[in-house]
C-alpha cells in the first residue's frame, strides 16, 4: 500500500523558511511525479508546486515561484519543498501528493498534510 509521509511543517514569522519533505514507501515503481497543494481555511486547495521525475521538470504556483523550491531527494521516492520568504499568507495545511503512469488521473495519491503558520 503507498503511503506519502510528510514532514517539516512549523510555526514561523514572515520572512523566515520552512523545508518540507514527503517521502513515499509501497509499490511506488510507476510514479512519474510528485508535488504539493496547500488548502487555507475557508479556502479552496490550491496547487504549490510538481516535480517531473522524467526530465525533472518543476512548476510551481504563481503565489510561490521565486520563493519555493521543489527538488527530488536524491536517490529516494521523495521530494522536498523549501519554502523561504514565507508570508503569512502561506499559512495553510500543505499537502503532498503523487501521480501514477497510466493511472488516467493527474493525482492518485495524498498525504495527511503537514500544517504551515506564519505570523506576520
Known amino acids: 500500500q503507498v503511503q506519502l509521509a510528510e514532514a517539516g511543517g512549523g510555526w514561523v514569522q514572515a520572512g523566515d523558511s520552512l523545508r518540507l519533505s514527503c517521502a513515499a514507501s509501497?509499490?511506488?515503481?510507476?510514479?512519474?511525479?510528485m508535488g504539493w497543494f496547500r488548502q487555507a481555511p475557508g479556502k479552496e486547495r490550491e496547487f504549490v508546486s510538481s516535480?517531473?521525475?522524467?526530465?525533472?521538470?518543476?512548476t510551481y504556483g504563481n503565489s510561490v515561484q521565486g520563493r519555493f523550491t521543489i527538488s527530488r531527494d536524491s536517490g529516494r521516492i521523495a521530494v522536498i519543498l523549501q519554502m523561504n520568504n514565507l508570508k503569512p499568507e502561506d499559512t495553510a495545511t500543505y499537502y503532498c501528493?503523487?501521480?501514477?503512469?497510466?493511472?488516467?488521473?493527474?493525482?492518485?495519491?495524498w498525504g495527511q498534510g503537514t500544517q504551515v503558520i506564519v505570523s506576520p
Open positions: 509501497g509499490p511506488t515503481r510507476n510514479f512519474y511525479q
Open positions: 501528493a503523487a501521480g501514477v503512469r497510466g493511472s488516467g488521473k493527474e493525482w492518485d495519491y
Open positions: 516535480f517531473t521525475f522524467s526530465g525533472r521538470v518543476s
